[in-house]
C-alpha cells in the first residue's frame, strides 16, 4: 500500500469497525524491518490478528523475542502509529465456507507458543539466488513440521486449519510472509491505524 493511497483512520473512532479476525499487517522502521520488506517485495514486516475479547480490542501475534501473545491494539497503535494497516478477512464474503470464529480460535491458540525462528530462516532462504534456481518453491501444507510457526505463518495457519481457506493456495503456510498476505485477495486494505 502506498503512503499517497493509505487511509489514516484514529483507532479509537475506527475500532468499532474492526472485526475480530481482521488482518493487521505492520510497516516496520529500522534495518532488520527494512531487509524483512526487500527480500518479501514489500513494506510490511510483521502480521498480526485484531480480536475482541470482550470489550477490548487485542492484537494476537506471533512475534520474535516474544513468541505467540495477545496485547491490547491500543498498547500496539501507539507503539507503531501510523504503521499498522488493517486488512478485511473475506471481502463480500466471496469465501462461503469460512469459518471466521474457527480462525480466531486458532489464532488465540497460539498464546504462548515459541517464535518460529527456523522457519524463517527456512523461508528468507527462498530469496538467495542460488537457493531460488536449486530448489522449487513449498507449496504442500499437508507436510506439517513441528516447529512453532513465525507470524505470517501463524496468520495464514489460522484461516487455513481454523477457517477453512488457504489464503496463499499456491505457497506452503510455512514459507508465507506478510507479503504475501497483502497481496491475497483473500484480504483487502481498509484502513491504517494513528493514535487515538
Known amino acids: ?8 483512520v484514529r483507532l479509537s473512532q475506527q475500532a468499532s469497525k474492526i472485526r475480530s479476525g481482521d488482518l493487521l499487517l505492520f510497516r516496520g522502521r529500522g534495518l532488520v524491518s527494512r531487509l524483512i520488506g526487500v527480500a518479501g517485495r514489500t513494506d510490511y514486516t510483521h502480521a498480526a490478528r485484531a480480536i475482541w475479547w470482550g470489550d477490548t480490542l487485542f492484537c494476537c501475534e506471533v512475534r520474535e523475542l516474544k513468541g505467540g501473545r495477545a496485547v491490547t491494539l491500543a498498547s500496539q497503535v501507539k507503539k507503531y502509529a501510523g504503521l499498522i494497516d488493517v486488512f478485511e478477512v473475506n471481502p463480500s464474503r ?45 507449496m504442500n501444507d499437508k507436510k506439517m513440521t513441528s516447529q512453532p510457526p513465525f507470524c505470517s505463518q501463524a ?6 486449519v ?6 496463499v493456495p499456491h505457497l506452503a503456510d510455512r514459507v508465507t510472509e506478510p507479503g504475501d498476505l497483502a497481496r491475497s485477495p483473500f484480504y483487502r486494505y481498509r484502513f491504517t491505524l494513528a493514535e487515538g
Open 162 to 167: 481454523g477457517g477453512g481457506v488457504d489464503p
Open 1 to 8: 500500500m502506498e503512503a499517497a493511497n493509505r487511509n489514516l
Open 155 to 160: 496468520c495464514a495457519m489460522a484461516d487455513r
Open 94 to 138: 466471496r469465501w462461503r465456507n469460512y469459518d471466521r470464529c474457527g480462525a480466531v480460535r486458532t489464532m488465540r491458540r497460539l498464546a504462548g507458543c515459541d517464535y518460529g525462528y527456523l522457519g524463517v530462516l527456512k523461508a528468507a532462504l527462498q530469496h538467495l539466488p542460488l537457493w531460488r534456481f536449486l530448489v522449487r518453491p513449498d
